[in-house]
């Protein structure tokens, strides 16, 4: 199971609403790799709120809930069974496709942050029916990704910048790798 930890930067960056934890940054942990991403501007990160779906790192903008939000964020690591980014997009695309006739991709940007690449694709069409940014990021033996997903096109066209502004936070965390709060 992958878990989310969280970097207190500084109080201010620290809010309490009634059913979440909010914060500028965290870490996503797992058995085979770790890293850090901060919330972009405007955005919170929340440890509790997607907790019900395994989802241990949510964002949303800030005023909005992670339930209510028409636009959102979430942060992961792929299985174990997965360690190569392409393949890892490959597999993603084919169970996307699988589930949709009307399915549509596009890569819209690939790069590097600190040493590590990364990849961001944008969806249309999926199962979901959402519009869709995700930026995957290979690290050792693992990939990471990060999914923005909005239920308007307008919402997507408004807000989908804010995952770029994330990429350029990821920072890989080898010491967190099997991390255990105990």
Request: include cysteine.
């Amino acid at each position: 199971m992958f878990k989310f930890i969280i970097l207190l930067a500084a109080l201010t960056c620290t809010a309490h609403a009634a059913d979440s934890t909010e914060y500028c940054a965290g870490i996503v942990y797992g058995p085979k790799a770790a890293f850090k991403i901060d919330a972009p501007e405007g955005w919170v990160l929340d440890n509790t709120s997607g907790a019900a779906m395994k989802l241990h790192c949510v964002l949303y903008p800030e005023g909005e809930t992670w339930t209510d939000s028409p636009v959102i964020m979430y942060a992961r690591i792929a299985s174990t069974t997965h360690e190569n980014i392409r393949e890892f997009i490959k597999y993603s695309v084919a169970e996307f496709r699988s589930q949709s006739k009307d399915f549509h991709l596009k890569e819209f940007k690939r790069g590097e942050v600190n040493t590590h690449e990364y990849i961001v694709m944008d969806y249309s069409n999926g199962p979901y029916e959402n519009y869709e940014r995700v930026a995957y990021f290979q690290m050792d033996k693992a990939v990471g990704y990060v999914v923005f997903s909005s239920v308007t096109e307008e919402g997507f066209a408004e807000h989908a910048d804010a995952l770029l502004q994330l990429t350029q936070t990821f920072t890989y965390m080898p010491a967190f790798i099997n991390y255990s709060p105990d």
